[in-house]
Structure formats: C-alpha cells, structure tokens
C-alpha cells in the first residue's frame, strides 16, 4: 500500500470523526484494517461498530439513556485511538519516512531486560564521579545505550505500562545525571508531535512537578505545544482538560506559562535576525573592504613601518552606518532575550557529535562523554566556566563552541584561553548581569534554551523535513478553547497582547484586544491600540470604528482625532477628515504637517484656493520643504494660476524631478500655447517612465478634463499625441 493512500485514508478518518460522521469513519477503517490482514484490529472494529448500531437503534426507538453521551465520547475516543494504531502499523510497513526506517532497524530491550540495563546505563556516570574514564569502549557503550533510550521513546507511537514505568524509572534514579534525563524527555516530545499518547500528556503533568528546573520547564512547554497541536481531541479525552485546569490553578505555574508564550512569539523574530545578518551585515561589512584596503594602505604595505597604527582603524565603523545601527538593534534584541546567535551558529551543526539525534536537545554539561576529555584539559578555567555558564547561548551552541575548540591545535587553544584571562574577565559578574538582564525582561533561562535548541533542531538537522515543524505552525494559542484555562488573568492576556503589539504582529494582537475588549468595552488604551492594529492592516473601517468609541469614552485626545482624520482619509471621505483636521489645527497651531494635511483634504474637495493658502503657509515655515511644491504647482494649474504654476515647477525640475513633474510641466507650457516646448517636458516624462509611450498615454488621457476645461479638444489633443509619437520614432 502506498503512503499517500495511507495519509488519505487517515485523514478521511480523523475529519470523519472531527464532523461526528461515524458511518463514514467505520467505512474508512474497515478499508484500512482489511489490508493488514489483522484480526484483533478487525474485532476491535466490529465492536466499535456493533456498540454505535446499537446506540443508535436505541436513540431511533426513543429509548431514553442517561449515558448515551458517555458512551458516544468513548466511541469516538475509541475510534482515534484505533486509527492511531493503525497509521502506526500501516506506516512502520511501508514508509520510507526515517522515523519509521529509525523503527524498523531498531533493536528492542527486552521488558525483563529492563531493570539490567538501567543499572548499567546509570552505573557509568557512578564511575565517573569517583575516577576519571578513559575507556574508550565504556564511554562508546554508554553514548550507544543513550542514543538507544532516545530512539526508543522517539520512535514510539503509544506508551505501554512497562515502557512508561521505564521512562519514570529513568527520570527518578538517582544515578542518571539531568542533563540526560531532559535528553530523553525531548525523545518523548517529538513522538508526542507525531502520534497522539494520553500517557505521554500525563507524564509531561507529572514531570512539570521535577525538581530540576530544566526537566520542569521542558515538560511545560511541550504540555503546551501538545495541546496546540492535538486541541481538537481535548473535548474526547477530558481526563487531559481536568489535570490542565488543577495544574493552572498553580500561580507560579500560569507565569511560567505566560513567559514561555512570549518567548514562542519572540522566535518570529528569529528569521527577521538572519535575513538582517544576511542582508545588511554582512553585505556592509564587504563593502568595507575596499575602504579597509585603503584605509591601512595595503597597496603600500611595504613602504610604511609595520609597527605604526593606523588611527583611522577606530573610524571604520562611524563611516559604515548602516552597520553600526543594525548592530546596536541586534544588541538591543539580545538584551531583550531574542536570539541573535542562529545565524552564526548555523555552520557549526556538522560535527559528528550532532549525528546523534538526543545531543539536539541535550542541556549542556561539561560531563557528556564526548566532550568530557576536553572539560578536564581546562579543568577550572574561567574562561571555559564562562561559556557553560552562559545565559546567552543555547545548549546546542554551547556544544558547537566548544567542539570548534576541539578542531585546535593544542598550542594555539592555550594561547587563546592565556590571553583572554590576561583580560581579566570577570565572570561571576557576567553571569549576574546576564542573568539580571534575563529575569528583569520575565524570561525563563532554560524554557529560552530549549526553544532555541529546538529551532536549531527543526531548522538545520539534515533531516528536518521529516519533523513536523512546531516553529512552522500559527502557534496562535488564543485561537484555540484550552486558552481560557491557562490565561485565567487579564494582566496576563493584557501583556501577551501588548508583546504582540510591541512586536508588530498586528494580526495576532488585534485578536487578543478583541478578547481584552470582550470584558472591558471601556478601556480606551485597548480601543486605541485595536484600532492601531485594524489601520496597519489596512482595514480603516474597523480601525476607526474602534478610535470612534475611544473618542467617545476619552474625548479630546489628539492622538485618537488623528488616527479618525487619516482612516477618514483612506476611506475617501475628506469632509470628515478636514472636520478632525480643524480640531488638530486649533490644539497644534504650528504644526506643519497638520497643514499639508488640509491642504490634501481641500485639493480632494477641489477647494484648491484654500488648498494653496495652506501649502504656502508649509512654504514659508519650512523653506526647504521641496515636497510642498507639488502640490502647489498642481493647485496653481487647477486654479488657473498658470505664471505662479510654472515658477513652482521650475523649481520642482530642478530638484530631482520625477515624470508627474515633467507631465505637469508640458500641461503648464500647453496652457501657455507654447507646444514645442510642452513636447519636449513630455518626452522627458515618456523617458522617466518604464512603461514608455504606452503608460504615457494612459497618464496624459487621465488628464483629458484638465485640459479640455482649458479651451483644447479632443482633436487637438490626439493630434499632439501623435506628434510625440512620430518625435520618439526620429530619435
């Protein structure tokens, strides 16, 4: 059977069951179960579908039954976890997908095996706390076992009794170091994406209690992330909204949630980080090249003395803007808690040490065996502790650097480390300020790692594409009906939204006011900031529908009569908006920008001798202003003040003009029945345009009614067209 029939047959099933369409999902699972040849999943199925036929004979013969709605949810409960079973099935036979080519190599542990192999898996670091190994045999063992428990409970679709109390026996021994228990944790989040597991939900309740704040803070997000994906099963498996709604009557625990959506919201900002790496760092740091070679005189290395400095060194980066900005915009992120170091650490995913599919998500320890031969060459090193201790870089990346490291020589590490502590690194200091800088920003240290491990995970890893994606998601937890329990607060609501907003994901934040909104109408802030959101989308209706009752509870606010004048505007209604304009003008009376804006409300209302009056008044203020001659020269033509439109536009040609300016210029010389010249102002306006004749044309048609109010025709005109034409033809 091929995969895609497989995928379609699923789907079929699973929407079946979304649409309470029983008849057509056991349709679609007898199909499915006829071609595994598998009796028990054949008997599992004509129980489902004998128990539904009786149901409904029951409910057809008006036989009243108290649990007919229990036993309808246990059906469809059933019913998914049927199909699940069978897509596991179906597809460890015959995808090539490699988590399922993973599973069929995989070598089982036996259950009676299990207690052994655990004692000797946690025995190794027993060892190593009391003696140094150097047993390259020993540590391949362990790495091998690792690797083993990792790909057990990745590859595995649904938890059997002796496999979750395995996994708890693993989390719970005392021999077996965090660091690998959140390894393995990881494991069963990535079979949680792919396959629905009510155990894995409840193991993840359990292990949001750890003690170790890495496995407590990994288990929440993945809770989480589970429930966005699977939402559309909750109502089936209540057991599973019971234990959310106990877990979120925990304070501490509805924090650490509202922290771990802020930090998911701030991953959008990761791909906007690279593209600025990729798009203007990097570019601007090449072009300084050729300044840098003339700067140190390297044509004329040979005559200088090499001792002497250069003090132009210091003054690269003033003379490249563009990169001192994006680099102090990057710095600010960073402080903010973004993560700034995906790009420069994308290289570094290559080593062997990342075949391993566990060492993705594995926290940082300077006690992982592949790297641990390294960790007792700088012993206590501070520059080495500084970079374990680090609160800005991920896990993954901590490994990629010290791994690079490793691709050293000797000599030349020791030369690096000496000379930094000549510097006098203060590290304890470091560590305090990152960490000061991260908590005042509410941002949980290791739920920050493990996103960013998992976004360097789902991005890079060669086989990323075999994974879904949780970064790739509309990870818009608002939108679904688990969000009302873990959003219980509206300063919490209050401050997802206000993140959204300050982030310019208008889409989302708009959403969350509504909801803000819902349950307080009178809050002007949030009416404003809606409305804000509805105008950067383009919708201006629904923006100002929103400024309007804002106005009405906070009136006289200019900001707000603002925002009405430019929806106003938009919806091309300039009465109103000169209406609002008015008021501004009377609060602002100096403000220049209020008067263009009057202007263009009187153009748009042909008044143009009111217009003028205002855009002189732009002039004379602001001298300088080039962009108000425009106008000027176009309510000048409309008011038949021809003598002070060809002033205007003479000095709009000679600042930069562009083919509107030279189109008016030839309707100027026109009006003035000087057509040679009015000829060559057009041609000028058919050379500044890409669309050449063709979309002058269209241009100069759209003028018609200027120019025939002026004493031409439609002959005259045509002719003059042709005449342009026949002038492009001979040059």
């Given amino acids: 059977m091929k995969t895609e029939h497989i995928d379609k047959g699923i789907q079929r099933i699973n929407e079946g069951l979304q649409h309470k369409q029983l008849k057509d999902v056991f349709t679609e699972l007898g199909k499915l179960?006829?071609?595994?040849?598998?009796?028990?999943?054949?008997?599992?199925?004509?129980?489902?579908?004998?128990?539904?036929?009786?149901?409904?004979?029951?409910?057809?013969?008006?036989?009243?039954?108290?649990?007919?709605?229990?036993?309808?949810?246990?059906?469809?409960e059933n019913c998914y976890l049927l199909t699940d079973k069978l897509a596991d099935y179906l597809y460890t036979q015959h995808s090539n997908a490699y988590v399922y080519s993973q599973k069929r190599v995989l070598a089982p542990v036996s259950p009676d095996s299990y207690q052994q192999f655990i004692d000797r898996f946690a025995g190794y670091f027993k060892i190593a706390d009391t003696m140094e190994i150097t047993d390259l045999r020993l540590i391949s063992e362990h790495l091998a076992s690792l690797n083993m428990l990792f790909q057990m409970f990745w590859t595995n679709s649904a938890l059997n009794e002796q496999q979750r109390l395995l996994f708890l026996e693993i989390v719970n021994h005392n021999d077996i170091p965090d660091f690998e228990k959140s390894a393995i944790t990881s494991a069963l989040f990535l079979s949680g994406i792919r396959d629905f597991d009510v155990a894995k939900f409840h193991i993840f309740f359990n292990l949001i209690e750890s003690?170790?704040?890495?496995?407590?803070?990994?288990?929440?997000?993945?809770?989480?992330?589970?429930?966005?994906?699977?939402?559309k099963r909750l109502p089936f498996f209540p057991e599973i909204v019971v234990r959310l709604e106990l877990l979120c009557e925990d304070k501490g625990i509805l924090n650490a949630i509202e922290k771990i959506l802020l930090l998911l919201i701030q991953t959008k900002d990761t791909e906007k980080i690279m593209r600025k790496f990729h798009d203007e760092i990097f570019p601007e740091m090449a072009k300084m090249n050729p300044n840098l070679r003339k700067k140190l005189g390297l044509d004329n290395?040979?005559?200088e003395a090499i001792e002497d400095k250069n003090p132009d060194w210091e003054n690269l980066l003033e003379e490249s803007p563009k990169l001192t900005q994006s680099l102090r915009e990057l710095t600010n992120l960073q402080l903010e808690g973004a993560d700034v170091f995906m790009s420069t650490f994308s290289a570094l995913k290559n080593f062997p040490f990342f075949s391993s599919l566990g060492n993705w998500f594995i926290p940082f320890s300077l006690k992982h065996p592949e790297i641990a031969d390294l960790a007792?060459?700088?012993?206590?090193?501070?520059?080495?502790?500084?970079?374990?201790?680090?609160?800005?870089?991920?896990?993954?990346?901590?490994?990629?650097?010290?791994?690079?490291?490793?691709?050293i020589p000797k000599s030349y590490r020791d030369m690096m480390v000496n000379a930094l502590q000549e510097q006098n690194i203060n590290e304890q200091d470091i560590k305090s300020a990152e960490i000061e800088s991260l908590t005042n920003r509410n941002i949980g240290i290791y739920s920050k790692a493990?996103?960013?491990?998992?976004?360097?995970?789902?991005?890079?890893?060669?086989?990323?594409?075999?994974?879904?994606?949780?970064?790739?998601?509309?990870?818009?937890?608002?939108?679904?009906?688990?969000?009302?329990?873990?959003?219980?607060?509206?300063e919490s609501l209050r401050k997802i939204a206000d993140y959204y907003f300050e982030k310019n994901y208008f889409t989302e934040a708009l959403h969350l006011f509504d909801m803000i909104l819902a349950e307080k109408p009178a809050d002007s802030t949030a009416l404003q900031k809606a409305g804000f959101c509805a105008q950067k989308l383009g919708r201006y209706a629904l923006a100002l529908s929103y400024y309007e009752k804002s106005d009405i509870i906070a009136s006289d606010n200019l900001w707000t009569i603002k925002k009405m004048a430019l929806c106003y505007r938009q919806l091309q209604q300039?009465?109103?908006?000169?209406?609002?304009?008015?008021?501004?003008?009377?609060?602002?009376?100096?403000?220049?920008?209020?008067y263009v804006y009057i202007g263009h409300c009187y153009m748009e209302l042909e008044k143009y001798e009111e217009a003028l009056k205002c855009y002189y008044r732009?002039?004379?203020?602001?001298?300088?202003?080039?962009?108000?001659?425009?106008?000027?020269?176009?309510?000048?033509?409309?008011?038949?003040?021809i003598e002070q439109a060809e002033s205007y536009s003479q000095k709009v040609l000679n600042n930069d003009p562009n083919p509107h300016d030279y189109m008016h210029a030839g309707h100027?010389?026109?009006?003035?029945?000087?057509?040679?010249?009015?000829?060559?102002?057009?041609?000028?306006?058919?050379?500044?345009?890409?669309?050449?004749?063709?979309?002058?044309?269209?241009?100069?048609?759209?003028?018609?009614?200027?120019?025939?109010?002026?004493?031409?025709?439609?002959?005259?005109?045509?002719?003059?067209?042709?005449?342009?034409?026949?002038?492009?033809?001979?040059?």
């Avoid at 407590?216 to 994906?229: N, T, V």
């Avoid at 080039?626 to 008011?639: A, D, G, L, Q, T």
């Avoid at 041609?683 to 009614?705: H, M, P, R, V, W």
Wanted: negative net charge; charged residues 25%; proline residues 3%.
């Fill in 33 to 76: 179960v006829d071609f595994t040849g598998n009796i028990d999943f054949r008997s599992k199925l004509e129980q489902l579908e004998t128990t539904y036929l009786l149901m409904m004979k029951y409910t057809i013969d008006g036989i009243v039954d108290p649990e007919r709605h229990q036993i309808y949810n246990n059906l469809i």
């Fill in 211 to 231: 003690k170790n704040p890495d496995t407590s803070e990994r288990a929440l997000f993945s809770l989480l992330i589970l429930l966005f994906i699977w939402e």
């Fill in 301 to 303: 290395l040979l005559n």
């Fill in 376 to 407: 007792r060459e700088f012993g206590s090193n501070s520059f080495f502790s500084l970079i374990s201790n680090s609160q800005f870089l991920c896990n993954s990346d901590k490994y990629s650097f010290i791994l690079s490291m490793q691709q």
């Fill in 450 to 490: 493990y996103i960013q491990d998992l976004y360097r995970f789902f991005k890079l890893h060669p086989q990323h594409r075999e994974f879904t994606d949780i970064f790739a998601l509309d990870l818009n937890f608002f939108e679904k009906r688990f969000f009302n329990i873990i959003v219980q607060q509206q």
């Fill in 574 to 594: 300039p009465e109103k908006a000169l209406a609002h304009y008015l008021k501004i003008e009377k609060s602002e009376p100096d403000n220049t920008s209020v």
């Fill in 618 to 641: 732009v002039a004379y203020i602001q001298p300088d202003n080039h962009k108000v001659w425009r106008p000027i020269v176009w309510c000048s033509i409309m008011n038949n003040k």
């Fill in 668 to 731: 100027i010389a026109l009006i003035k029945n000087q057509r040679k010249a009015a000829i060559v102002a057009y041609k000028n306006c058919i050379n500044k345009l890409n669309g050449g004749i063709q979309e002058f044309s269209t241009l100069f048609e759209d003028d018609y009614a200027l120019l025939l109010n002026r004493g031409f025709d439609y002959e005259d005109l045509a002719i003059l067209l042709d005449s342009i034409r026949y002038s492009l033809e001979e040059n």
